[in-house]
C-alpha cells in the first residue's frame, strides 16, 4: 500500500522544472523586446538616417527645378538654396523623418505589416523612380497642364504598386500629398516662398504628384529601417 504513494510523493517536485522554462521564455521576450533606453536609441538613429535623407532628396530635387525655371545653373542654384530658401532642406528633413516612422508605426497598428520586396535594392531602385518622376516633371515638355498631370499620376501610382501596394501606404500617400501641397501653397501666398516660374498651373500640376510618390519612396525607407527593430517596451 505505500509503494504507490512512493511515485505519487517522488513526482511532486516535477512542476518547478517546468515552471523554470517558462519564466526563461519570458525574460526571453523581454530581452529581446530591448530596454526602453535601447529602443529610443534605434528610434533616434532612424530619425537621423531619415532626416539626412530627406534632405539630400530636397537637394537633389530642387536642383533640375531651378534649371527649368531659371536661366543659371549651378552656381547660383546652389546660392538660391544656401541663401533665401536655406530652411527647406532642413524641412524636407524633419518632414521625411516623421513619414518614415509613421508608416511602419501604421502598419503595426493596422496589424497589416508590408512584406512586398522587404529588401535594400528594392528600396533603392524605389528611390530611383522617384528621382526619374521628378525628372520627368522638370525635363519632358508635356503639351498642356492636363496631361502632364495625368502622366505623373499614373507614374505615381505605378510607383506605388511596384514598390507598395498597401492600402495603408495608398492613404498615407494622398494625405502626405495633400497636405505639403496646401502647406506649400500657404507659404507661396503668405509671401514666404515663392517659385521661379510665373507658371503657377504648372507647378500646381506636378506638385501632388512629386509629394505622393516621396511620401511612399519615404516610407519604404522608413520600413526598411525598422525590420528587425523590436516593438516599443512596455513599463511594468
Not at 500657404?186 to 504648372?202: E, K, N
Request: charged content about 10%.
Amino acid at each position: 500500500m505505500l509503494s504507490p504513494a512512493a511515485p505519487a510523493a517522488r513526482r511532486g517536485p516535477d512542476p518547478a522544472p517546468a515552471h523554470g522554462p517558462r519564466s526563461a521564455g519570458a525574460g526571453g521576450r523581454g530581452a529581446g523586446g530591448g530596454s526602453p533606453a535601447s529602443w529610443h536609441r534605434r528610434l533616434v538613429q532612424r530619425s537621423l538616417v531619415l532626416f539626412s535623407v530627406g534632405v539630400v532628396l530636397a537637394l537633389v530635387l530642387y536642383l533640375p527645378q531651378v534649371q527649368r525655371h531659371g536661366p543659371v545653373f549651378p552656381e547660383e542654384a546652389l546660392a538660391t538654396v544656401f541663401s533665401s530658401a536655406w530652411w527647406v532642406p532642413p524641412c524636407c528633413g524633419a518632414a521625411a523623418a516623421v513619414v518614415g516612422l509613421l508608416y511602419p508605426c501604421i502598419d503595426s497598428h493596422l496589424g497589416e505589416p508590408h512584406k512586398l520586396k522587404r529588401e535594400w535594392a528594392s528600396v533603392m531602385r524605389c528611390v530611383a523612380v522617384f528621382l526619374g518622376i521628378n525628372h520627368a516633371s522638370a525635363k519632358l515638355d508635356f503639351a498642356n497642364n492636363v496631361q502632364l498631370s495625368l502622366t505623373l499620376a499614373a507614374l505615381s501610382l505605378g510607383l506605388w504598386w511596384t514598390f507598395d501596394r498597401s492600402r495603408s501606404g495608398l492613404g498615407l500617400g494622398i494625405a502626405i500629398a495633400f497636405l505639403a501641397t496646401l502647406i506649400t501653397q500657404l507659404l507661396v501666398y503668405s509671401g514666404v516662398y515663392q517659385y521661379t516660374s510665373p507658371d503657377l498651373l504648372y507647378i500646381r500640376s506636378w506638385q501632388p504628384c512629386i509629394f505622393f510618390s516621396g511620401g511612399v519612396t519615404v516610407g519604404s525607407i522608413g520600413r526598411q529601417l525598422a525590420m528587425g527593430v523590436p516593438e516599443k517596451p512596455h513599463s511594468a
